[in-house]
């Protein structure tokens, strides 16, 4: 069965880090940009960071730039979300997708998106 599967999600409080990790298995990721994604409660799903096939390009929403960091192994078939300096803000369930159309860049848009996992929520809160 070809899926994604994320894990890491949790409660945190305010200041915190998470690591979220999002692990394929069916399919090898070497051939995919992989992104995440998230959506809060009553808002829109929005992109939060990309990374190519092979790492060599990444691309963050403003929101994270300085605090989250995405980076994969392939050898593992995992792409990982490194989380730091949490905020409430941040709250929402978090989506991996894997992209083979731009696999050479960091874009990650979503209709492009092969491979949806189904999300892991993490929630900020003191």
């Known amino acids: 069965q070809l899926q994604l599967v994320e894990s890491g999600g949790g409660l945190v409080q305010p200041g915190g880090s998470l690591r979220l990790s999002c692990a394929a298995s069916?399919?090898?990721?070497?051939?995919?940009?992989v992104g995440w994604f998230r959506q809060a409660p009553g808002k829109e799903r929005e992109g939060v960071s990309c990374i190519s096939a092979r790492g060599g390009s990444t691309n963050y929403a403003d929101s994270v730039k300085g605090r989250f960091t995405i980076s994969r192994d392939n050898a593992k078939n995992t792409v990982y979300l490194q989380m730091n300096s949490l905020k409430p803000e941040d709250t929402a369930v978090y989506y991996c997708a894997a992209d083979r159309t731009y696999s050479g860049q960091a874009m990650c848009v979503p209709i492009t998106m092969d491979y949806w996992g189904k999300g892991t929520l993490v929630t900020v809160s003191s």
């Open positions: 069916g399919f090898s990721l070497d051939y995919y940009a």
